[in-house]
């Protein structure tokens, strides 16, 4: 190699075996050494880069910090470092720049690993900004092990407000659904498929404290892919539907137990959903009627049950008891009506018709009650 600093082969041999790629620039900006490291880190011979102009070399380097930063040292013969993206090579580089005898000596090493590093982290912690607040528990693991890398606030609050990144979700669980939920795990890692569950029961020592926590959740595993395709970790979303498990419990509760005490009634029960679509009829509403037919909306109840007026006609479908509190939202009392069983039998019955309204004064129901004043 060219030896511009005329201290002969022991200078030469400490460029050679400098883990620095060292290069030199002329007043000209010509390059007159280019050590073997340099060769390495610029993907280049130097027999291809002795002689030549440096900016020829990297046109794209014209007008960026780069060539201020060169062109800088060389005006004010002080040293400066910088740092510059090389688009050819798709690299970050570290230089020094230091003035020696009206040349420039670069020394550079290739410092892409750090700058992607640091992106990353900047991506994560960026990420990990957005989704904090999000009120959605996420989590996100990495690897076969599935070892939590990111939680927000909502998944730190579902294990006691513990942070548990570095843990894997085996360790963090610490309950006999963990196996369960780790199987999942591997099969989205395997399969490269989503996973979503809702309702799914979930026990887990909340505090770490050797207890047992008992919970419902909306589960969701989004693999994360990584550039070359192949899945590295795991977006887990998870909504705890505990309180709304019990809720639907208890309301089936007390559907079931509304129910059995209407059965029982010794009055006709026919309830109606909001529209007056028939949901319900009692048994003694169906003996009285000799049928219970469901799914009767309200233009068809006199044709469906064979109501009459007292005076045995047809009674107009909108003039009845219960079609009064569908359409009008009327209160209807003491109205009377008959009925013609299949058999042919009638029977004059009597009754009250009315809406039924939520704490929001929306219609939810309507309910019309009957008894007979008649010999059946």
Same mark, same amino acid.
């Given at each position: ?9 022991? =200078? ?73 993206? =090389? ?12 003035? !020696? ?20 982290? !900047? ?16 989590t ?7 070892? =939590? ?30 196996p ?13 498929q ?35 395709g ?39 029960? =026919?309830?109606?959903?909001?529209s ?8 003694? !509403? ?10 009767v909306?309200?233009d068809?109840y ?20 219960? !079609? ?53």
């Amino acid at each position: 190699m060219s030896d511009p600093t005329g201290g002969g082969v022991a =200078i030469t041999t400490l460029l050679e075996n400098t883990s620095d790629a060292i290069v030199v620039l002329d007043a000209q900006w010509r390059y007159t050494c280019v050590n073997h490291a340099a060769e390495m880190l610029f993907r280049r011979k130097r027999s291809e880069l002795l002689g030549t102009v440096h900016w020829e070399q990297y046109p794209m380097l014209l007008g960026t910090p780069a060539e201020e930063q060169l062109r800088g040292a060389r005006d004010s013969q002080r040293p400066v470092n910088f740092e510059q993206f =090389i688009p050819g090579l798709y690299a970050w580089h570290s230089v020094r720049a230091v003035p !020696a005898d009206g040349s420039l000596v670069l020394f550079c090493r290739d410092i892409t690993d750090r700058v992607r590093a640091l992106r990353e982290d !900047a991506v994560r912690e960026g990420l990990r900004n957005i989704l904090e607040h999000v009120p959605v528990a996420i989590t996100v693991s990495r690897g076969p092990e599935h070892r =939590i890398e990111l939680q927000n606030k909502y998944s730190r609050a579902l294990v006691g407000g513990r942070n548990v990144e570095g843990r894997t979700v085996r360790n963090a669980l610490q309950a006999s659904e963990a196996p369960g939920v780790v199987k999942l795990l591997d099969r989205v890692m395997t399969t490269r498929q989503r996973f979503s569950g809702r309702d799914l029961p979930l026990s887990f020592d909340r505090d770490d404290q050797g207890g047992t926590t008992h919970g419902r959740f909306d589960l969701t595993f989004q693999p994360i892919f990584d550039t070359d395709g192949q899945v590295s970790g795991i977006l887990h979303m998870a909504l705890d539907v505990t309180e709304r498990h019990r809720e639907r419990e208890l309301l089936a509760r007390y559907a079931a137990e509304r129910e059995a005490t209407l059965r029982q009634m010794s009055e006709g029960v =026919i309830l109606t959903d909001e529209s007056g679509r028939i949901t319900f009829v009692n048994d003694r !509403a169906r003996d009285l009627h000799g049928i219970a037919v469901l799914d009767v909306e309200v233009d068809a109840y006199s044709a469906t049950y064979q109501l009459l007026t007292v005076d045995g006609e047809p009674y107009p479908p909108s003039e009845l008891p219960l !079609a009064r509190a569908v359409l009008y939202n009327e209160y209807v009392s003491n109205a009377r009506w008959r009925i013609r069983r299949p058999d042919g039998s009638e029977v004059l019955v009597e009754g009250n018709a009315q809406p039924v309204f939520d704490e929001r004064n929306q219609k939810i129901a309507c309910a019309l009650i009957m008894r007979c004043v008649q010999d059946e």
